[in-house]
């Protein structure tokens, strides 16, 4: 399957900070991607759906202004965890693709830790 | 709106032995179903998908799925575990149109030697 990168895969960070993941596919192009977040022992949970070059859709009880992504290409995102709470500690997942034809490639995933 | 329903959230089961993970889904039409499995701190990989066509959907590591439209049920199988198997196993639906995924509870594996 392809290959889907993100970065940091761990990343701690002080309360009130602002902490930026990144999510790369390394060997093919896609116009949609998305975002998850996974608290620990629970499902991922979608966040927003991301087309190049559109603003992102995100969905009920998640704050836009808060979670930032941009999608600069067909190729890379990110997300942007802005004034961090130690409740927005969890497990960020991004994957691309086309769900339908099945395509959805996922990426290892970014652990935060917000203390 | 889509939704699915993973029964067991914890199963063991002893190296060897056969293996059932349950799924049901609600959707209106005919869903896109996918089994993943996750190792701890990693991504999530496709182990099958549903589509159409043929109900019983083979896919990787010796895995397969059923899909019953009577039961709304899309249930993994694997006729013998190894202790690589162990992990977390997520259902989802997604809805073409939509264009998004929703997943299960998840159901953790755990393999007895």
């Known amino acids: 399957g392809a290959v889907v990168s993100q970065h940091p895969s761990r990343v701690i960070c002080k309360s009130g900070t602002s902490v930026k993941i990144e999510c790369r596919s390394l060997?093919?192009?896609?116009?949609?991607m998305f975002w998850y977040r996974q608290f620990p022992k629970q499902s991922l949970m979608l966040m927003a759906t991301?087309?190049?070059?559109?603003?992102?859709?995100?969905e009920q009880g998640v704050e836009k202004d808060k979670f930032l992504i941009n999608h600069a290409s067909l190729t890379l995102s990110t997300l942007t965890v802005t004034s961090a709470h130690p409740e927005d500690s969890s497990f960020y997942i991004c994957?691309?693709?086309?769900?339908?034809?099945?395509?959805?490639?996922f990426g290892e995933g970014s652990r935060l830790t917000v203390l | 709106a889509q939704s699915v329903t993973q029964p067991d959230i914890h199963i063991t089961v002893s190296e060897g032995a056969s293996l059932e993970l349950r799924c049901n889904y609600s959707?209106?039409?005919?869903?896109?179903l996918f089994w993943y499995v996750q190792s701890p701190g990693q991504g999530l990989q496709l182990l099958l998908k549903?589509?159409?066509?043929?109900?019983l959907v083979q896919g990787i590591k010796g895995f397969e799925a059923e899909f019953k439209r009577s039961q709304s049920s899309f249930n993994l199988r694997k006729p013998s575990v190894h202790w690589s198997d162990a992990a977390e196993y997520f259902c989802?639906?997604?809805?073409?149109?939509?264009?998004?995924?929703?997943f299960g509870q998840g159901t953790r594996l755990t393999i007895n030697p």
């Open positions: 994957s691309w693709g086309q769900l339908s034809n099945g395509e959805l490639f």
């Open positions: 060997d093919f192009q896609a116009t949609t």
């Open positions: 991301s087309n190049e070059g559109s603003k992102a859709t995100y």
């Open positions: 959707y209106g039409a005919t869903p896109y």
């Open positions: 549903y589509f159409s066509g043929d109900t």
């Open positions: 989802a639906v997604g809805a073409g149109g939509a264009q998004k995924l929703v």
